[in-house]
């Protein structure tokens, strides 16, 4: 696993001195205040149930449709493109840990995007000087939301970014894979064929499988260890499969 | 554990498959260690997939390869661990500095922090890299770039180095500097280039492996590869008269001496003649003073035709063609991709 570390440590370093990740980090953040703006408009116009954080979290899927594919398209569909994979697998380096490192950058720079985001509560608290905008609970369960289920999310795009050597294909893919795995589950739910008696099964899956579910539990501070499990297990097979995608290219090229 | 006296590399009977046509189909060859082998042969040849194979990184359908006594297809780490490589096109990142790529491939290969540095020094001094140290590399020349996927080859000092193509794009004068660079190398490391340039590869290996269609179609030092392929010194001389008489003059030299072929007469009567002849050393004076004392000849010109590589290389590779264009294509066998 030594390697992994150097890997790592090299994808962390390329994208702190690219000008596209701060770019990318300045507009994310501008799309993010634009929201936050919005919904802070809308609690001065009326009193709103549930708390801000919430509300800001809950629109968590437009940055991940756009971000994700964003920060993951590039990881290896340029190593296949520019045939630098080919000096990187001839070192003593294994597929996985290849595979591990990019993912490792790639969600590192995720979580560092959402921190960032963490200003906007904090400029919040200074000026409002109302402690009940800010209530600590659905805020740190909303992160932690954002931090285990970028696992799953990075992974696909990691995945995706394996299948092609065309970065736009690879971002499209990863767009699709997460777009079906965030709001097509949930139309999936309401089809009335699954509430019949056979396909109870079927259905309970798919309602475990809810993301946006999941987000309402770890906003109120629960932390169901089965949707831990759906994230960390979701996340290892899609990078088992991407490790296989990029061996299975080598085999059959 | 394989000591020191076992081949740099063996290759067995290679076989590469693509989509059922072989692109590889039974390649055997043996480097010794501290030999440089170059790798000759025309597009599609079946060089760089040997080269691949060579380094693990594509799968063999078929033959075995060992690294200084590690199976490539079951100890794919301890050969990784004893090659350096630089593929073809000599594929680099754009975005990275010429000092900081250099470091981050030091790391992957193992090299330790502190002998790192200083390594890194030498090899781009070696490669004449020095001033372009901290350009970023998707902004330098072709030259530098082949240079720099040198150095990265060399950097670990492994006892195994596979080039494909390293001197292609280059101008003469870095040529020069590569062709040295490669001759240091001799006899501390095994070194394995691909090359069209075929003086430089006459120049710098000490071994050639002409491959055509997947095969081996000769090997041997460029010496040695002359003689066996050509067979024969070539004379040519520019002569009119009556040649009829020329069979019996150059039987009176030497027995092997014969015409291979005879031009048509220019507006003055001369005509070229090629002569043949399994002797190495010249006969140039002794042919000279024949003809000069025969007065129904009368000669213009003599010159002894130095055969290079490439008429070695184009003998060796139309000669294997024509051997798969003479055999009645068996039905089991997939054709042959002509390049």
């Known amino acids: 696993m030594r390697h992994f570390f150097t890997i790592l440590g090299h994808e962390v370093r390329m994208l702190l001195v690219s000008p596209s990740t701060y770019v990318a980090g300045v507009l994310f953040l501008a799309v993010m205040g634009f929201i936050f703006t919005g919904i802070l408009k809308s609690y001065s116009a009326a009193a709103q149930e549930i708390s801000p954080a919430q509300v800001f979290f809950q629109l968590f899927w437009l940055p991940v449709l756009f971000l994700v594919p964003l920060l993951t398209m590039k990881c290896l569909a340029e190593e296949r493109r520019l045939g630098t994979i080919e000096t990187l697998l001839t070192t003593p380096v294994t597929t996985t840990e290849v595979v591990l490192g990019k993912f490792g950058a790639a969600y590192i720079l995720y979580l560092l995007l959402w921190a960032s985001t963490g200003v906007f509560f904090y400029i919040l608290s200074r000026f409002a000087g109302d402690a009940r905008f800010i209530d600590a609970a659905p805020l740190l369960g909303g992160y932690l939301f954002i931090a285990i289920s970028g696992l799953l999310f990075i992974a696909v795009g990691v995945f995706s970014s394996s299948l092609s050597r065309n970065q736009a294909v690879a971002g499209i893919v990863t767009f699709t894979l997460l777009f079906g795995l965030i709001v097509g589950i949930r139309y999936l739910a309401d089809i009335q064929a699954l509430q019949t008696g056979v396909l109870q099964p079927m259905k309970a899956a798919i309602d475990y499988a809810q993301i946006f579910n999941h987000l309402d539990d770890f906003s109120r501070g629960i932390v169901d260890t089965r949707q831990l499990l759906f994230y960390l297990s979701g996340a290892s097979l899609a990078l088992i499969f991407s490790i296989f995608s990029v061996e299975a290219k080598l085999l059959h090229s | 554990m394989p000591d020191a006296s076992t081949p740099a590399i063996e290759a067995s009977h290679l076989v590469k498959h693509y989509a059922g046509v072989a692109a590889v189909n039974d390649i055997s060859f043996t480097v010794a260690r501290g030999e440089i082998l170059g790798f000759l042969g025309p597009n599609g040849a079946g060089k760089s997939t040997t080269m ?35 593929p073809e096109n000599n594929p680099l990142p754009e975005d990275m500095r010429v000092g900081e790529y250099l470091y981050f491939r030091g790391r992957l290969k193992e090299m330790p922090r502190r002998k790192l540095s200083p390594r890194i020094d030498e090899v781009l001094e070696l490669c004449d890299l020095k001033r ?26 492994p006892p195994v180095i596979i080039m494909d193509e390293p001197t292609i794009g280059l101008d003469p004068h870095q040529i020069l500097i590569v062709r040295d660079l490669i001759a240091r190398l001799r006899g501390h490391m095994t070194v394995i280039i691909s090359s ?11 071994r050639v492996l002409i491959i055509n269609a997947g095969r081996v179609v000769a090997q041997g030092a460029p010496a040695e590869l002359r003689r066996t392929i050509l067979g024969q010194s070539l004379y040519e001389l520019e002569l009119a008269g009556d040649t009829d008489r020329l069979p019996t003059l150059l039987a009176g030299i030497d027995s092997t001496l014969a015409i291979a072929e005879t031009g048509a007469p220019d507006s003055h009567g001369f005509r070229t003649v090629r002569l043949s002849t399994s002797r190495d050393d010249e006969l140039g004076e002794q042919l000279l003073r024949a003809i000069a004392a025969e007065p129904r000849l009368r ?21 294997s063609w024509d051997v798969i264009d003479e055999a009645p294509a068996a039905p089991s066998e997939p054709p042959a991709p002509q390049p």
């Open chain 2, 52 to 86: 691949r194979i060579l380094t693990g990184y594509l799968p063999a359908s078929g033959g075995s390869v060992r690294i200084c006594g590690h199976n490539v297809a079951t100890e794919g780490e301890a050969v990784r661990r004893a090659i350096g490589y630089m």
């Open chain 2, 132 to 157: 372009v140290r901290h350009r970023i590399i998707g902004k330098l020349s072709k030259g530098f770039r082949q240079r720099v996927g040198i150095a990265e080859a060399i950097l670990a000092e």
């Open chain 2, 196 to 206: 069209h340039i075929l003086p430089e590869i006459e120049v710098t290996c000490d």
């Open chain 2, 299 to 319: 000669l213009r010109a003599i010159s002894r035709a130095h055969s290079t590589l490439e008429d070695v290389f184009l003998a060796a590779t139309r000669r």
